[in-house]
Every structure is written in structure tokens, then in C-alpha cells.
């Protein structure tokens, strides 16, 4: 069982940047690949980035590539969604998510545990 608490969203302006957190607790956040989805008003849940248990591998969307950044630091057992150069569009809730066995996965059906969200609102 893992339970993810996000943390760091906020308002900025475009252009800015933001980092999110994912706290995690529990004895296999370590062997869980995790992921970041993202919920805009009236839109489904979209992914965002992946990275896997070793991070060795990272997955991302491609309107985030090469703007944000997936990490994780296992003997924190935290994750992290670096967000640079954000963009109004960029305004959703964001999830993190963990999943059991360490393969990145861009499928929402895949991922067994959720945080709760947390809210990024980008001003133009």
C-alpha cells in the first residue's frame, strides 16, 4: 500500500516556473514506478510524465517535453515534477501517481495508488 500526498502548486505567471512534490509513504514507493496526470475543467485526466522505480527511465507528455522535469528520491521516498516555462494551458490539477513493478507507463488505468491533486493555475 502507498499513500502520495502532493504539495507546491499554486498561482503563477506564464512564464514562470513551479516544483510539485509527492510525498509517499509506505514500503514499496522504492519498487513503484510513478507518474504525474493532470486534470483541466471538462477535461479528462491526462498524463503528464512518468519515471521509473531506479529512474533510470522518464517518459513525458509531448506538450511538456523539454519544459518540465520528472524525478524521485527513493531514500525520501519523495517525487518531483520540476514545471518551467509554463504556459496558461499548463492550468489543471495535478496527480501523482504510483504503480506497482518499476516500468514507466503513460496509461491512467495502470497506476493502483493516487494523491488527492493539488491545483496549478497559470495567468497569461
Known amino acids: 500500500q502507498v499513500q502520495l500526498v502532493e504539495s507546491g502548486g499554486g498561482l503563477v505567471q506564464a512564464g514562470g516556473s513551479l516544483r510539485l512534490s509527492c510525498a509517499a509513504s509506505g514500503r514499496t514507493f522504492s519498487s513503484s514506478a510513478m507518474g504525474w496526470f493532470r486534470q483541466a475543467p471538462g477535461k479528462e485526466r491526462e498524463f503528464v510524465a512518468a519515471?521509473?522505480?531506479?529512474?533510470?527511465?522518464?517518459s513525458y507528455a509531448d506538450s511538456v517535453q523539454g519544459r518540465f522535469t520528472i524525478s524521485r528520491d527513493n531514500a525520501k521516498s519523495t517525487g518531483y515534477l520540476q514545471m518551467n516555462s509554463l504556459k496558461p494551458e499548463d492550468t489543471a490539477v495535478y496527480y501523482c501517481?504510483?504503480?506497482?513493478?518499476?516500468?514507466?507507463?503513460?496509461?491512467?488505468?495502470?497506476?493502483?495508488?493516487w494523491g488527492q491533486g493539488t491545483q496549478v493555475t497559470v495567468s497569461s
Open positions: 519515471i521509473s522505480r531506479s529512474a533510470v527511465t522518464t
Open positions: 501517481a504510483a504503480k506497482r513493478g518499476g516500468l514507466v507507463s503513460r496509461a491512467r488505468y495502470e497506476y493502483d495508488y
